[in-house]
């Protein structure tokens, strides 16, 4: 029964979802071109149709077995990019602040740092804190919301303070599970490795 249920991570490239995977990733400069274009509309076509290939590819490769180690990084890779594009190209638009790209940016800047020092002590990338991943979904819905504001201002007294309001606490809580991950990864570090028995005992066995 647990072989039956278990899911299998293979290593192949070319699946259909890492497929659709590679067409979000595709889409990321065409959204960021369009949203300093300003041409707010059409940058969220391209984002719904962004987040419906996500979903196809997170429901495919789950229910035909198509999970790969190559998806597993690319579907997150493509939410980063995505909330990057959208912060540099409203930044630009001046309708978000300089300060949130940077805190956003800077954060994860960070965290790549402390993850290259947790690799030369021989350790991998540490568990996602789940206030890492509520961040990341206020962050990824927060942007759009404030876009629907810009593409139609008839809306935007009713987006605008639901998309700040989803922006400011998802900044907060992005470097709030910063900190945790850089806290618990300062004290991953610091445990002592056990020591290699000396070369005479294993010889000698």
Same mark, same amino acid.
């Given at each position: 029964?647990?072989?039956?249920?278990?899911?299998?991570?293979?290593?192949?490239?070319?699946?259909?979802?890492?497929?659709?995977?590679?067409?979000?990733?595709?889409? /990321? %400069?065409?959204? @960021?071109? +369009?949203? #300093?274009? &300003?041409?707010? !509309?059409?940058? $969220?076509?391209?984002? =719904? *149709?962004?987040?419906?290939?996500?979903?196809?590819?997170?429901?495919?490769?789950?229910?035909?077995?198509?999970?790969?180690?190559?998806?597993?990084?690319?579907?997150?890779?493509?939410?980063?990019?995505?909330?990057?594009?959208?912060?540099?190209?409203?930044?630009?638009?001046?309708? /978000? %602040?300089?300060? @949130?790209? +940077?805190? #956003?940016? &800077?954060?994860? !800047?960070?965290? $790549?740092?402390?993850? =290259? *020092?947790?690799?030369?002590?021989?350790?991998?990338?540490?568990?996602?804190?789940?206030?890492?991943?509520?961040?990341?979904?206020?962050?990824?819905?927060?942007?759009?919301?404030?876009?629907?504001?810009?593409?139609?201002?008839?809306?935007?007294?009713?987006?605008?303070?639901?998309?700040?309001?989803?922006?400011?606490?998802?900044?907060?809580?992005?470097?709030?599970?910063?900190?945790?991950?850089?806290?618990?990864?300062?004290?991953?570090?610091?445990?002592?490795?056990?020591?290699?028995?000396?070369?005479?005992?294993?010889?000698?066995?």
């Amino acid at each position: 029964m647990d072989d039956v249920n278990r899911t299998e991570v293979s290593s192949r490239i070319f699946t259909l979802p890492n497929c659709l995977s590679f067409v979000r990733l595709a889409l /990321v %400069p065409v959204f @960021l071109v +369009l949203l #300093i274009g &300003g041409d707010y !509309v059409l940058a $969220l076509v391209t984002l =719904v *149709v962004s987040s419906v290939t996500d979903f196809l590819d997170g429901l495919i490769a789950r229910r035909f077995n198509q999970i790969s180690r190559l998806g597993q990084l690319l579907d997150p890779a493509a939410d980063r990019l995505f909330i990057f594009a959208t912060l540099i190209g409203l930044a630009i638009q001046q309708i /978000v %602040p300089w300060w @949130l790209v +940077l805190a #956003i940016v &800077g954060r994860d !800047v960070v965290l $790549l740092a402390v993850g =290259v *020092v947790l690799a030369n002590h021989g350790y991998g990338p540490l568990p996602v804190h789940h206030l890492g991943k509520v961040a990341t979904f206020c962050l990824f819905y927060a942007l759009p919301i404030i876009m629907i504001g810009q593409a139609f201002p008839a809306v935007g007294f009713v987006t605008d303070p639901i998309g700040w309001a989803f922006a400011i606490w998802g900044a907060f809580l992005y470097w709030w599970a910063g900190i945790i991950y850089l806290r618990e990864s300062v004290r991953v570090v610091r445990i002592p490795l056990p020591a290699e028995p000396p070369a005479s005992d294993t010889l000698g066995h």
